[in-house]
């Protein structure tokens, strides 16, 4: 079961939300191929795994905020869908990238009659360090 946390503690923390657009990107041609370079990505720390998840979200449903206390995630939209970060709302598309920092509570959200997909990368890849906000702690 995960760990859980307060709604204040996670604001006091808040970093700047990345988000790279990728219809901001620059197109390559390539032989054979075209690239377009999204983002140049750092993070706060060493790593040495990542896991990589590929996240389907149901149609007209939005997921439940969590944060984690030890890693950062990179979620790659595959298609349009809603992010929450610290109860803040960004509307991706295809393509777009956005950063998740150590305890930054983040939710998805999809459309009436739309399934949402993800790639969610974690670095590093630990298992087990979501936390849940405790109901009724956003006083």
Known sequence: MGKYFSYPA???????VRIYRAKDSVKAG????EASYVADLTFGKSLDSCGVILVDIQE????????????????????????????????LNDGDVVIVETNEAHSFE?????????????????????????????N
């Open 60 to 91: 007209n449903v939005k997921t439940s905020p969590h944060a984690h206390e030890h890693l950062e995630e990179v979620f790659i939209a595959m298609t349009k869908i809603r992010i929450f970060i610290n109860e803040t709302q960004y509307d």
């Open 30 to 33: 390539r032989a054979g191929y």
């Open 110 to 138: 999809t459309e009436t009659n739309e399934t949402g997909r993800i790639l969610a990368l974690k670095f590093p890849n630990l298992k087990d360090d979501k936390v849940v906000p405790v109901s009724g702690s956003e």
């Open 10 to 16: 996670i604001h006091t923390l808040r970093k700047m």
